[in-house]
Every structure is written in structure tokens, then in C-alpha cells.
């Protein structure tokens, strides 16, 4: 099916679970939604990439259990061959390890194999909408790794300090690349906004949004939320909000 063909209000919603158990439940589970359209179901990571592509799905369901490839290099291979499509990680265990890498490879929300049918739910329509769903327990994991990093480069800045000679340009401070405007813009992406609640907070146009939007990801070179949240967060641009 051709993307201008489908119906952009539906959830289109690719299954990708090895455990045929599992996959069925989750199929049991929100195949009768009405705003939610099961375009098809993945075993392994290739096949995840070759649907994504061809089934134009909005939200991938991935189990960090995919292997062949992992669910780490299967959100790098979506951000290049199916950027319209967005992960929703599920795992057996949230430990640090796998809460770090979904935030570095690009998915847009994870939770646990536990969480329930309305956790699930909300998750992809918040996904589906441009937001991003990490639990409570993988965001402090998130906010503790980048303090932790924060707080050794400032200590080994401490410990070996840079001579600075008068006449050459200070260093440059956390988001000072960036316009106040597009401050604003990456601090409201951060906690979740989309670019139409953006626009409406900041009384600017959609349009407009989108632009600040474009001219952030050539400067920083940062194309995912996730990205820009992990950046809000190491520069001091803001705090995750509930």
C-alpha cells in the first residue's frame, strides 16, 4: 500500500516478537482498538526492516529480545530506510544496559513486557503523535547517566585545566549555538510537545515550529527526540517534566 493511500488518522501498528506467545497476546490485545490497524507481525530483526519499509507502519512494536539484526541496529536501520516508522521497545527486564541503548539508538518509548493493555495503548498514541514513552524508572536512568558523564568531564576539566590565552574565543557554553527561540523549541520538544502544541505555546505557527525544528538538527546534528531530550538534559536547556 502506497503512504498517500492510508489513513493518516489510524495507528498503523507492525507486531515484532520472536516469542510466538508473546506476539499473540499483543495481537489479542489491541487488534480490536478501532484506531488501530495491525499491518503485520516480524520474527526477527530483518524482517522488521523489510516490513517497516513495505507495510509503512507508524508504530513498530520491537521486543529487545529481536535478534538477526538486534533491536539496537534495527532502530538505526529504521531511522535510514523507514523514518516514518517509530519503536516502541518492550523488555523482559529494564536494566540500566538496555534503557541506555534504547535511548542512543532512536526508539521513541519503552516498557516492560508487565505493563499493561492501557500502558501500551497510550504509549503508541503518544508515539504516534510525535511524543515520546519512556517509564519513570528508564528517564532517572537516563538523567543519572548524563549527570554522571557531566559530572567526570568537570572533574577532568578541573584536574587538567586548559591555558586560555586572552585573544582567543572563549569556549562555547551549553546551548549557546542555539537562539533563545530555539531554546525554547528544543526545551518543549524535550517534555514531550509536539510541533502543533509547540506552536500554540509559543503562539507561533506549525510552519514556523517545523522551521526551528530544521534549523536545530543542522546545527547540532541531532535528528530524534530522544536525541534532543538527552541534549536538553546535559546542557541545563531543561528539566524532564512528568
Known amino acids: 500500500m502506497n503512504a498517500a493511500d492510508q489513513n493518516t488518522d489510524s495507528i498503523r501498528v507492525l507486531i515484532a516478537v520472536p516469542e510466538q506467545i508473546l506476539r499473540r ?56 530506510h523507514a523514518p516514518d516508522s517509530s519503536a516502541l521497545l518492550l523488555t523482559l527486564e529494564e536494566r540500566r544496559e538496555i534503557v541506555l541503548a534504547a535511548a542512543r539508538c532512536g526508539a521513541r518509548g519503552l516498557l516492560g513486557l508487565s505493563a499493561s493493555k492501557e500502558d501500551i495503548v497510550t504509549a503508541m498514541r503518544r508515539i504516534h503523535s510525535g511524543q515520546i514513552r519512556f517509564t519513570e524508572e528508564a528517564l532517572l536512568e537516563i538523567i543519572d547517566d548524563y549527570m554522571h558523564a557531566r559530572s567526570e568531564a568537570q572533574s577532568s576539566q578541573q584536574a587538567h ?52 525544528r530544521a534549523r536545530i ?20 536547556i531543561t528539566t524532564l517534566m512528568p
Do not use: M, W
Open 217 to 236: 538538527s543542522d546545527k547540532l546534528g541531532i535528528r530524534t527526540v530522544v536525541g534532543l531530550t538527552q541534549y536538553a538534559l546535559k546542557t541545563g
Open 161 to 212: 585545566p586548559v591555558s586560555h590565552h586572552p585573544s582567543a574565543p572563549l569556549a562555547e557554553t551549553p546551548g549557546c549555538r542555539l537562539s533563545k527561540r530555539e531554546r525554547q523549541v528544543v526545551a518543549l520538544v524535550a517534555v514531550g510537545l509536539t510541533s502543533r502544541s509547540i506552536a500554540e505555546e509559543l503562539n507561533i505557527s506549525i510552519r514556523t515550529v517545523e522551521a526551528h
Open 25 to 80: 497476546g499483543l495481537l489479542d490485545c489491541i487488534d480490536n482498538l478501532p484506531e488501530v490497524e495491525i499491518v503485520g507481525t516480524a520474527s526477527t530483526g530483518k524482517l522488521v526492516i523489510e516490513r517497516s519499509v513495505t507495510l509503512c507502519p507508524s508504530v513498530v512494536v520491537l521486543s529487545t529480545n529481536i535478534k538477526e539484526p538486534t533491536f539496537e541496529q534495527v532502530c538505526l536501520q529504521l531511522r535510514c
